[in-house]
C-alpha cells in the first residue's frame, strides 16, 4: 500500500453508511530608559495564540431538492464521501492519499467517533475537505422515536460546533441511503437545509478486497455523481489511488460535496 501505514481491516458496519512560562526576575543590572521608560533589555511583547477560523457552515442550494443524491451531470466532477468511524490510522492514510492525489473529499462524522479522536475533526478541514454528521451513535435512525432521532442529530452537531465552530456543512442519516420525512424535517431543524444521500455505493464496508471497491465505485460513477466509502477499510485506502486514477482517465475531477453543488 502507497500509505506505508501498516493497516488493518475494521469492524464489519451496517449496510447503507456505517503557558506562557513565568517571567524572568527583574535583573539588577536593568536601567530604565529616560526617553521611553522601558528597560533597554526589554523582552518583546509575547505573541497571543491564534484560533483556527470556524469552519464552514451548512448552506442552502436552491437548485437542489431537501435530499441530495447527486449534483449537476454537466460539470466533470464527482464527490467521494466517506463515513467517518473507524481506526484512526486508516483515516489519516485514506486522507493522505486522496490529498497525495489532488482530492478533496467529504467526511460524514460520528459524532461517538470524534469523542474519541478529536484531533481528526481539525485533520480533516486543514486537509481542505467538508465535514458533516453523521449522527452521534450511528444507530438505525429511521427507526427512532422523534425524541430519540433529534438527539442522534443535534450530539454530533453539538460535538461538531465545539470542535470546529460549526454544526458541518451536511447532514447524512445513518444506517438507511435515505432519510424518512421524519428525520429529515428533524435535520432541517437542526440546521441542515440538506440531507445527503449518494447514488453510487461502494460497498467498501463487505471488505470485499481493493480491486472490487475500484470496480464498484467506478462502474457506475459519472459526472454529478456522490459516491458512498468509508474509513475503517484497508480495501478502501488501497483501491483509492486506483480510484483517483480511473476519474482522471476519464477527465473527471474529485472534489467536496459543497464545490460539487457550488
Known amino acids: 500500500m502507497r500509505s ?11 449496510a447503507g ?27 518583546p511583547p509575547a505573541t497571543l495564540p491564534v484560533s483556527p477560523a470556524p469552519a464552514p457552515a451548512p448552506r442552502r442550494f436552491p437548485a437542489q431538492p431537501a435530499e441530495v443524491a447527486h449534483g449537476p ?24 492519499e486522496a490529498e497525495k ?5 467529504t467526511v460524514l462524522a460520528v459524532g461517538s467517533w470524534l469523542d474519541e479522536h478529536p484531533d481528526l475533526a ?18 438505525d435512525i429511521n427507526a427512532m422515536s422523534q425524541a430519540d432521532a433529534d438527539a442522534e442529530i443535534r450530539g454530533c452537531a453539538e460535538r461538531l460546533k465545539r470542535l470546529t465552530g460549526s454544526i458541518g ?11 424518512s420525512p421524519l428525520v429529515e424535517r428533524l435535520a ?9 444521500s449518494y447514488d453510487v455505493d461502494a460497498l467498501d464496508y463487505t471488505a470485499p478486497g481493493a480491486s472490487a471497491v475500484t470496480r464498484n465505485v467506478m462502474g457506475g460513477i459519472r459526472a454529478g455523481s456522490i459516491v458512498s466509502l468509508h474509513f475503517g477499510y484497508a480495501d478502501t485506502v488501497a483501491a483509492l489511488p486506483a480510484v483517483l486514477e480511473d476519474l482522471h482517465r476519464r477527465g473527471l475531477r474529485a472534489v467536496t460535496t459543497t464545490e460539487l453543488l457550488s
Open 101 to 105: 492525489g489532488g482530492a478533496r473529499v
Open 122 to 139: 481539525r485533520r480533516i478541514l486543514d486537509g481542505g475537505h467538508d465535514l458533516g454528521n453523521h449522527t452521534l451513535r450511528h444507530l
Open 73 to 96: 451531470r454537466t460539470r466533470p466532477q464527482v464527490a467521494l464521501t466517506f463515513h467517518g468511524q473507524g481506526d484512526p490510522a486508516l483515516a489519516k492514510a485514506l486522507l493522505g
Open 4 to 14: 506505508g501505514v501498516a493497516l488493518a481491516a475494521g469492524a464489519l458496519t451496517a
Open 17 to 43: 453508511c456505517s503557558t506562557a512560562g513565568a517571567a524572568a526576575p527583574h535583573s539588577p543590572a536593568h536601567t530604565a530608559s529616560p526617553a521611553t521608560g522601558t528597560g533597554t533589555d526589554s523582552a
Open 169 to 179: 456543512t451536511w447532514f447524512r442519516p445513518s444506517r438507511t441511503p435515505r432519510a
Open 188 to 196: 432541517r431543524d437542526a440546521g441542515y437545509p440538506h440531507t445527503l
